[in-house]
C-alpha cells in the first residue's frame, strides 16, 4: 500500500518534470495526462472515489483531449518545440 | 525477427504494462459485486457522528452527495454558472474564430471536408460510444446512491456524444439548437427545484419530494433529479465546447 503511493508518486513527480522539460508539445500534453492518471490512482488508494472520479474524468480524460485538440488547432502537433 | 523487435513501439508497450501493474492491486483491493458499495467507508467512518442527523434529513446514501446538493446546493449552482461563463468564453471566441477561417478557405477552396482518422479510431469511437454512454447515465442517477453524480456523468456523457462525429466528420453532427435547449432548460429546471423549496417556506435549494428508502434508486427526495439537471447542463456544455473545437480543426486543416 504504502509502496504503491510512494510508486505513483513518483511517477507523477517524472511525469511532472518531463512536462516542464520536453521540448514537444504533444509529450507535455501525455505527461499532464499521466500525472492526472497517477493522482487518480493516489485517491482511489486513498478512498476518496468522488475526488478520484473527478480527477480522472476531467484531469486525464476532458482535459488532455482539450488540450491536444487546441495544440492541433495551433499546429504545434507535429513540430519538435 | 530483428525486423519485428524493430518495429515494436517499446515506449507505449512499457507504459501501458506498468500501467497495468499499478492498476492491477487497486482493483484487487476493491470489492466489486458486494452490495452495498463501501467505497468511500472512510469519509463516512469520520462523518459517523453528523451522519445520523444527515440521513434524517436528507436521505442519501452518499454522504458527499447530500453536502454538494443540499448543504451546499447554492455553492453547485455557483460553480454551475462559472463552468457556464468559461463554456460561454472559449465558445464566443472560438466562434469568431472560425467564422474568419470559414470566409477565408471558402475564398481559397483548398478545405478537405473527410478527415480520416483511420480505421482503428472509427471502429474503437463506435464500440466505445454505447458503452460510454451507459457509464455516463448510470454515474449521473447513481449520484445520491454511489461516488459520482452529475459533473463527473456529464462530462463521460459528452465525450461519448461527441467521439463518433468525431472520428468520421470533424464533429459537425451534433445540433447547436437542441444542445442548447438542453443546456437552457437544464439549467432553468435547477433553480426551479430550488425555487419550489422557497416556495414551500424551506431555504433555497432544500430537498423536498418523499425521501423514500435509504439507498434505493428513487430516493433522496429531489437530489437525483438535480442531479440529473446537471449531468445534462454539463454534457451539454462540454459537448458544445468539444464542437466548437473539431469544427475549427476541420476547417484549418
Known amino acids: ?81 | 525477427m530483428s525486423e519485428l523487435v524493430k518495429r515494436v513501439e517499446w515506449t507505449p508497450l512499457l507504459f501501458s504494462v506498468g500501467l497495468g501493474c499499478l492498476l492491477l492491486p487497486l482493483f484487487l483491493a476493491l470489492p466489486f459485486g458486494n452490495s452495498p458499495m463501501v467505497a468511500g467507508e472512510m469519509i463516512q467512518q469520520a462523518a459517523q457522528g453528523v451522519q445520523g442527523a444527515v440521513v434524517d434529513s436528507v436521505g442519501a446514501a452518499n454522504l458527499v452527495t447530500s453536502v454538494v446538493l443540499a448543504y451546499r446546493g447554492l455553492d453547485t449552482l455557483g460553480e454551475l454558472a462559472i463552468l457556464f461563463a468559461a463554456a460561454t468564453g472559449a465558445g464566443m471566441v472560438l466562434q469568431s474564430g472560425s467564422a474568419a477561417l470559414h470566409q477565408n478557405t471558402k475564398m481559397h477552396k483548398h478545405i478537405d471536408s473527410e478527415i480520416n482518422l483511420g480505421e482503428l479510431f472509427d471502429s474503437a469511437a463506435t464500440m466505445l460510444t454505447p458503452l460510454l454512454l451507459l457509464v455516463g447515465v448510470y454515474i449521473i442517477l447513481h449520484g445520491h446512491l454511489t461516488p459520482g453524480g452529475g459533473f463527473q456523468g456529464g462530462v463521460v456523457v459528452a465525450v461519448a456524444l461527441f467521439l463518433p462525429s468525431w472520428a468520421r466528420n470533424g464533429g459537425g453532427q451534433l445540433s447547436h439548437k437542441v444542445i442548447s435547449r438542453i443546456e437552457g432548460g437544464a439549467g432553468a429546471s435547477f433553480i426551479v427545484i430550488g425555487l419550489v423549496a422557497l416556495w414551500q417556506g424551506d431555504p433555497f435549494l432544500t430537498p423536498w419530494l418523499a425521501q423514500g428508502e435509504l439507498g434505493e434508486l428513487f430516493s433522496a427526495g429531489t437530489l437525483p433529479l438535480l442531479y440529473l439537471m446537471v449531468g445534462l447542463k454539463v454534457g451539454a456544455e462540454l459537448a458544445a465546447l468539444l464542437k466548437y473545437l473539431a469544427i475549427d480543426e476541420q476547417v484549418q486543416s
Open chain 1, 1 to 81: 500500500m504504502t509502496l504503491i503511493a510512494l510508486l505513483l508518486v513518483l511517477v507523477m513527480v517524472v511525469a511532472a518534470v518531463t512536462a516542464l522539460l520536453s521540448r514537444s508539445h504533444l509529450t507535455a500534453v501525455v505527461s499532464t495526462s499521466l500525472l492526472s492518471l497517477a493522482l487518480t490512482l493516489l485517491f482511489v488508494l486513498l478512498k476518496a472515489p468522488d475526488v478520484a472520479m473527478t480527477e480522472g474524468v476531467v484531469g486525464a480524460g476532458l482535459g488532455s483531449l482539450i488540450l491536444a485538440m487546441a495544440l492541433s488547432r495551433l499546429a504545434l502537433n507535429r513540430g519538435e518545440d
